[in-house]
């Protein structure tokens, strides 16, 4: 295992896709990037996923990304970084979380490394941060010395993108070969860091570098793919599985089809609506729609934002997870009248004939049974259930109808279903319901969900007129109980 951390917060962008595979972040504070609502939104996004939040105060230089040293006074630079850690401290306590640690940035990073001048200004900025926060110091540095001699906790970091000088410096960013973009140079570096607790330099010497933990800079290119890869490589657990696995393939240029095994059941059903949910609760940004069908998810996403293979290796670090805050919501189970009389059921007949058992049998088995609604569409607010006793399957006609009427309940093959409009349509219909199944108008235009369970109650042409009616007038209400 390793600890990562990230550099956030600074106009990449890339936060939501980063923050499921790291331990902790180090948000830009004004300095050098950021400001009060994107220091909110990743605060609210390192809650969510439980990681590690981290000040990362700069010289007041957004210009040049806080990346030239600066001539500063020693008033202002204790000024600046105080105010920018006070900044974040105040978003943290809004959102009832605490900051773990401070890390400077960028060439005050490097300058209190080796300046014990400004070593010392930035330990008297946040001496009263002693006790509260730890501090990320690179090893055999100036300010780990000044720090650990003022009794400053310290946590060691290395750089997984970095490349270092024999003195155990940065190598300078002016220099082509400063920053590690490449997957198997960054594994590389990392195992000889973690393993051997040395770094191997540009000039091929191995040098001691203590570590504890491993920073990735989220705007090095291909920081996501990096940041994956070190994951799988040192920190999954691959004890730890689902219990039922999809299978991913591209769905034409910006699709993922996610598919289980093609069986009605419960547990598949539960496996799809938890990773359902699993990916609306974590709202991806690049993740613009997900579609759930009985036994898929469809994924739409930003081509431009992030790769199918990387958004492939997103869904399942989040559904592997297993956050407690997201559970499967107890079952709705909605009463639905139907009139199963000839008028409406026009294909009963036939079905008594080719089943070999009476209507009244049919009507009989069709009301008993539960069903659970495993989607909704091929039509807005049609309900696909599953459930069907086995008595009852029966394939769909040969020849659809030109129009099936609205709340017409039919059979298509394993699965009974109900029409929300009138429309074409092949399924064998034995009744109808008077229920409006789908209502643009409302809040929630379809008051079932995938889950939800359904039990058909048989009702007397007159006991139909009498709820359309009522239904007309906006007066009418569905029993229903919670499972």
């Avoid at 890339?14 to 050098?32: D, K, R, S, T, V």
């Avoid at 001699?149 to 750089?159: D, G, H, L, P």
């Avoid at 920190?235 to 993922?256: M, R």
Wanted: proline fraction near 4%; charged fraction near 25%.
């Amino acid at each position: 295992m390793i600890h990562i951390n990230c550099d956030v917060g600074e106009g990449v962008g890339n936060e939501e896709i980063l923050m499921p595979y790291i331990n902790a972040c180090n948000i830009a504070c004004g300095g050098h990037a950021g400001n009060a609502e994107i220091m909110d939104y990743v605060v609210r996004l390192a809650k969510k996923h439980a990681v590690e939040i981290g000040a990362h105060p700069s010289y007041p230089d957004r210009e040049n990304f806080g990346r030239l040293s600066m001539d500063i006074s020693p008033e202002k630079l204790i000024q600046t970084i105080q105010e920018q850690i006070s900044n974040l401290e105040k978003i943290a306590a809004f959102h009832k979380v605490k900051i773990t640690h401070i890390k400077p940035h960028g060439a005050l990073y490097n300058d209190i490394a080796k300046n014990k001048n400004k070593a010392q200004l930035f330990l008297q900025a946040i001496s009263k941060y002693k006790q509260k926060y730890t501090l990320y110091v690179p090893y055999n540095s100036t300010i780990e010395k000044e720090a650990i001699q003022q009794q400053f906790k310290v946590i060691y970091e290395a750089f997984a993108d970095r490349n270092y000088e024999d003195n155990s410096t940065l190598v300078s960013r002016q220099k082509s070969n400063a920053v590690l973009t490449k997957e198997e140079e960054v594994l590389s570096h990392v195992f000889t860091l973690k393993n051997e607790q040395k770094v191997q330099t540009i000039s091929g010497k191995k040098i001691p570098l203590k570590c504890d933990t491993f920073c990735v800079h989220s705007d090095t290119l291909k920081a996501v793919e990096i940041v994956q890869k070190l994951h799988t490589c040192f920190n999954e657990k691959k004890s730890i599985q689902p219990t039922s696995f999809p299978s991913y393939k591209a769905y034409g240029d910006q699709g993922i089809l996610l598919t289980w095994e093609a069986k009605m059941t419960d547990e598949i059903l539960f496996c799809v609506l938890e990773f359902y949910k699993i990916i609306k609760y974590f709202n991806v940004k690049v993740i613009l729609d997900v579609i759930q069908s009985n036994n898929s998810i469809l994924v739409i996403y930003n081509k431009n934002k992030i790769t199918y293979k990387a958004l492939q290796h997103l869904l399942e670090r989040l559904f592997s997870i297993k956050y407690k805050k997201i559970k499967i919501p107890k079952s709705t189970c909605w009463e639905i009248p139907v009139c199963y009389d000839l008028h409406f059921g026009i294909d009963l007949e036939e079905i008594a004939q080719k089943k070999g058992i009476s209507i009244t049998e049919i009507i009989s088995i069709h009301t008993t049974s539960i069903y659970r609604v495993f989607s909704i569409g091929f039509l807005p607010g049609f309900l696909y259930l599953g459930g069907l006793d086995k008595r009852l399957h029966i394939e769909r006609k040969s020849t659809p109808r030109l129009e099936v009427k609205k709340g017409a309940v039919g059979i298509g093959g394993m699965q009974t279903g109900i029409y929300p409009k009138t429309s074409p349509g092949g399924w064998q219909i034995l009744g109808n319901s008077p229920i409006n199944f789908f209502d643009v108008t409302a809040q929630k235009p379809c008051f079932a969900s995938a889950g939800d369970l359904i039990q058909f109650k048989a009702i007397s042409i007159e006991d139909y007129n009498e709820i359309a009616a009522r239904i007309f007038k906006g007066n009418y209400q569905l029993n229903y109980t919670k499972i």
